[in-house]
């Protein structure tokens, strides 16, 4: 099946057809920043799954993050080491961007009790949420 | 890079609410405490005591 899709400028898959496309639609979505790529494949090329390769050429499936945390349920002032994770990966605490990791470092320190729902984001992967809850005074 | 773990909006009670043990470890620290005589003897002879000792009693630990 040849799907037609329209990316931004960060290679993300803003949205794809089956259907046809004139220029008229190609040209509209330019003026809109998009730019276009067209492939030939069977899976439904979402945004989740795949984005548009680095030659701009394609797409690629997206990969799995496997971090590994030192602990999912810390007590109080606990630094927990996450590690696996590759630089560039944007880190999200409850849904609010905290930054782009610069290195393959990350530490997350308790200072609160609660639920914590940390989301790691990066073109290449799939998005990946990890609980953390701190545990209750023993 | 680190993160803090906060959430944003949380009072005092919301956190102490979230840090204190569950009711049943408090309700057996406030048992232990009255079993060892800090708040008076005449508190071990109060319902909530009793009640629990009797199952304290019935089910010892190993």
């Known amino acids: 099946m040849i799907w037609h899709i329209f990316y931004n400028s960060s290679r993300v898959i803003n949205w794809s057809t089956s259907a046809g496309v004139d220029d008229r639609i190609k040209t509209e979505q330019a003026e809109a920043g998009l730019s276009y790529v067209q492939v030939e494949q069977d899976d439904l090329p979402i945004p989740e799954n795949f984005y548009v390769s680095t030659g701009e050429d394609g797409i690629t499936e997206k990969g799995n993050f496997n971090p590994t945390f030192s602990t999912t349920t810390p007590t109080i002032d606990t630094v927990i080491n996450v590690t696996g994770l590759p630089a560039g990966t944007e880190v999200f605490l409850d849904s609010v961007s905290k930054g782009t990791m610069s290195d393959t470092t990350l530490t997350l320190t308790t200072s609160e009790p609660g639920k914590f729902d940390v989301t790691f984001k990066k073109l290449e992967f799939k998005d990946l949420t990890q609980r953390v809850i701190t545990a209750k005074q023993s | ?62």
């Open chain 2, 1 to 62: 890079m680190n993160i803090n773990l906060t959430k944003s909006g949380a009072t005092f009670t919301t956190k102490r609410k979230d840090y204190y043990p569950n009711l049943v470890k408090q309700l057996d620290l406030l048992y232990h405490d009255i079993d060892a005589g800090k708040l008076g003897e005449t508190a071990k002879t109060s319902t909530f005591y009793l009640a629990r000792k009797a199952v304290k009693d019935k089910y010892p630990s190993g």
